[in-house]
């Protein structure tokens, strides 16, 4: 699997590693995969949220030597909601 970009979210506190997030995702194009490292325990339900919310498949969640580390797909664009 090819990585679009590395995301270095460590020491950053909630709510940063996500806006950074998902900033990078939109640089990229539908289907790009990002990966997200940070040390920010919220980060743990704050990524999945983010990823349901936002339309992009979280592919993998992993804690490895106090690091959380992520690999995020960008889900599709969607269209403006309509007030």
């Known amino acids: 699997m090819e990585i679009a970009a ?3 979210a460590l020491g950053l506190l909630c ?5 950074r997030l998902r ?5 990229h194009l539908p289907g790009a995969v990002v990966r ?4 920010d325990a ?7 949220h ?13 804690v490895r030597d106090g690091l959380r580390i992520y690999l995020v797909r960008r889900g599709p ?6 007030a």
């Open 15 to 19: 709510p940063l590693p996500v806006l």
């Open 36 to 39: 997200l490292t940070a040390t």
């Open 6 to 8: 590395d995301i270095d």
């Open 77 to 82: 664009d969607r269209p403006e909601p309509v």
């Open 50 to 62: 983010f990823c349901a919310q936002a339309g992009h498949d979280l592919i993998s969640a992993e």
């Open 42 to 48: 919220a980060s743990w339900i704050d990524v999945p």
């Open 23 to 27: 900033k990078v995702l939109a640089q």
